[in-house]
């Protein structure tokens, strides 16, 4: 679990457009941030370019060209004031890493749950994992529901389960899911 590009800082000098949806650990699905380099902002753009991809037409009109989304700006406003508040991004950077090395230390060492991303590629957020028999994942499922765990079951593409660990996920909340998970392989195996 490699977090190294997450602790350099981004010289957005170093890129004509950084485009990024802040769903999940900054605010509501639909809200994006598009940082975007002066000499990028132009009308002699193609025709079958979007108006809402004319990023003149954005910048003439100061971000107002459609109405914004008002709360969910207001919503990630908050999560920065919190996540300033919980130590800033290093700080949550070195929460989230805790959070996923609890988890992945527990399916590492597991003779039932297997994660399925290679160690170098896994997400600090997202946490894919099978018991490797979907019956039992299912059966998993159902009682990790029951538990109170929520959202475990696999994206539909995929299948098994996944644990999503974002920003607002206590440590707390990931060590309850690994004892779930250990008394189920206890009574399962």
């Known amino acids: 679990m490699s ?9 957005v000098e170093d890129y004509g457009l950084i485009f990024f949806g802040v769903q999940k650990n900054v605010g509501p699905a639909g809200v994006v941030v598009v ?5 990028l902002i132009r009308d002699d753009l193609p025709e079958y370019v979007p108006t809402m991809l004319k990023y003149k037409t954005q910048a003439d009109a100061d971000s107002l060209y459609n109405t914004p989304p008002c709360y969910g700006i207001y919503i990630c406003g908050l999560v920065f004031k919190w996540v300033k508040s919980m130590g800033g991004l290093k700080a949550m950077q070195a929460h989230n890493e805790k959070k996923a090395k609890i988890l992945y230390d527990f399916l590492d060492e597991s003779k039932m749950f297997k994660g399925t991303v290679v160690k170098e590629d896994r997400s600090l957020m997202n946490v894919p994992f099978v018991t490797g028999n979907d019956e039992l994942d299912a059966k998993f499922v159902k009682e990790a529901t029951a538990a109170g765990f929520v959202n475990l079951k696999g994206h539909r593409s995929v299948g098994g ?3 999503s660990i974002y920003n607002a996920m206590p440590i707390e909340g990931v060590e309850k899911l690994v004892a779930f998970m250990k008394d189920f392989e206890e009574k399962n195996s």
Not at 4 to 9: C, G, T, V, Y
Request: hydrophobic share 40%; proline share 6%.
């Open 35 to 39: 940082i975007v380099r002066e000499d």
């Open 161 to 163: 389960m996944r644990a």
């Open 3 to 11: 977090s190294d590009i997450l602790s350099q800082p981004v010289n």
